[in-house]
């Protein structure tokens, strides 16, 4: 939004997916893609995701989440942000201290509905997990306090494992326009990137979800040059001005070569330029993406609305607006991580595995994939290698990216290899190797080797096979 201090005032928002980044100063889209969208910030204030079926939640009104995903579906939009915790997070449970102990379990059963939308319209979620740094006294020290910095991010890390196998859950977008808190003295910098750093890395030790920030406004962005976030989203609305702030007439740029999107904008009917020469713009200037304020604005004060008909000319003809399409259960459980590059991973950051199967995989095609592995060695030693040999057959011809990941005793990933856009004939099996040096300071017990199969480009699930072969470490 812009301005976090007004309650309802609009305007006032390890190791991530393969990202394309350029040089400092250039910037690239994400996996090729236009993130094309809009804002849905509420529906209903402090309630949408929390609320349950008898408080305001999203699974009690599922008519207006229908009506507003077909009117973003309709106009060619593909992504929709989202907020979750907003107004001082009632759905966080804490204790007398203001310590966070739990989440409101409705939460799941809001988000789950709003995921069987999306699945309905095609439509991915950026979901804002606060509005700001310091909707109250309590929240507030969640951005300042060491001890419950921690106790916030143990407190999600369970809902980001819950949802880190569904693609609609496209980002986690830690705060909305933070900076303006910290401009004016009221969060430390220190205590909203520590916050922001520590939460981003939860998110990608156990999903495979992007991460964002909604930086106050474009200038904001080189404040988190170096921190884990995956792309910037910085906002613009036409009343900061023009100049370089102004992504209308600015090409994209970033400190690091990150991509960035424009996370709130208007795009009105009426304006000068027009709604659909804006979103050209953006376009045009190599952002990766543009979300503008607002499918609700029935519900904001500001009632700032989209033009949709601007947006669906906008569309009309662009096969490379996104995310792209994938099928996938709207609930579904877990997938591991994917690596930016294939190389082994530290056991000082290790993943928690799911605690559940991942997703059913969806087979392109009819295609029946099958895989199984084999060590060298069933027994190995802290500080010696152990090599994994894994074998991945389909009955058709595809293309896939094959994943191999081993897990140690207490279900945390501490290695991972993988293989894109690999071409497979019929029934020809493909063999994949790589060797592990396990480290002088690995547990010792039984580690189990899991390996994946999924679309190029970390698509959709094909299979996955969560017990492919064991081996000791001793």
């Known amino acids: ?32 893609v236009f993130l094309f969208g809009a804002n849905m910030p509420w529906l209903n204030w402090g309630a949408d ?8 939640g999203v699974s009690g009104d599922i008519a207006q989440v229908d009506t507003k995903l077909s009117a973003a579906h309709t106009a060619g939009m593909k992504m929709v942000r989202w907020w979750v915790f907003e107004g ?26 709003a995921l069987t939308e999306a699945a309905k319209y095609d439509i991915y979620y950026n979901l804002v997990l606060f509005g700001g740094t310091n909707d109250d006294s309590t929240t507030h020290q969640w951005w300042e306090d060491a001890t419950k910095r921690q106790a916030l991010v143990n407190v999600l890390t369970p809902l980001f494992q819950h949802y880190a196998g569904n693609p609609r859950v496209h980002t986690w977008e830690v705060v909305n326009e ?87 904008s208007q795009e009105s009917a009426g304006l000068t330029p027009s709604a659909q020469t804006r979103w050209q ?51 579904s459980t877990p997938t591991q991580q994917a690596t930016a590059t294939p190389t082994v991973l530290p056991t000082s950051t290790p ?68 293989w894109d856009n690999h071409a497979f004939s019929p029934n020809t099996s493909r063999t994949y190797r790589f060797t592990w040096t396990v480290p002088t300071t690995a547990a010792t017990g039984t580690y189990t080797v899991m390996v994946g199969v999924f679309a190029p480009g970390w698509g959709v699930v094909y299979s996955w096979n969560n017990d492919v072969a064991t081996f000791t470490v001793d």
């Not at 009819?366 to 084999?374: D, G, I, K, V």
């Open 1 to 32: 939004m812009r301005n976090a201090a007004c309650l309802l005032s609009a305007g006032a928002l390890i190791l991530a997916l393969l990202l394309p980044q350029t040089a400092a100063g250039q910037t690239s889209r994400i996996n090729g």
């Open 49 to 56: 995701f929390g609320g349950g079926p008898n408080g305001g």
């Open 88 to 113: 001082g997070s009632p759905q966080i449970q804490r204790d007398g201290s203001g310590t966070p102990t739990g989440i409101n379990p409705t939460v799941y059963t809001d988000i789950d509905a």
């Open 178 to 264: 933070p900076e303006w808190q910290s401009r004016n003295g009221i969060t430390s910098v220190s205590g909203m990137l520590a916050t922001g750093d520590a939460i981003a890395n939860a998110v990608h030790a156990n999903s495979r979800a992007l991460v964002t920030v909604g930086n106050a406004q474009v200038q904001d962005v080189a404040t988190w040059q170096g921190h884990p976030l995956d792309y910037y989203s910085p906002h613009y609305y036409d009343n900061f001005g023009t100049g370089s702030n102004d992504p209308f007439v600015t090409a994209a740029s970033s400190p690091d070569g990150k991509p960035v999107v424009i996370g709130e």
């Open 281 to 331: 713009d953006l376009y045009n200037l190599g952002y990766a993406g543009g979300w503008p304020w607002s499918l609700s604005p029935e519900h904001t004060s500001d009632q700032i609305a989209i033009d949709l008909s601007a947006a669906a000319a906008f569309a009309q003809g662009k096969p490379d607006l996104g995310p792209q399409s994938a099928t996938v259960s709207p609930t």
């Open 351 to 418: 993943t928690p595995a799911p605690s559940t199967p991942t997703p059913t995989p969806v087979a392109g095609g009819q295609a029946t994939w099958t895989s199984h592995a084999s060590v060298s060695a069933a027994t190995v030693a802290r500080g010696k290698a152990d090599s994994v040999t894994a074998h991945v057959t389909v009955n058709q011809s595809a293309s896939a990216l094959v994943d191999v990941e081993i897990y140690d005793p207490a279900g945390n990933k501490v290695a991972q290899r993988y």
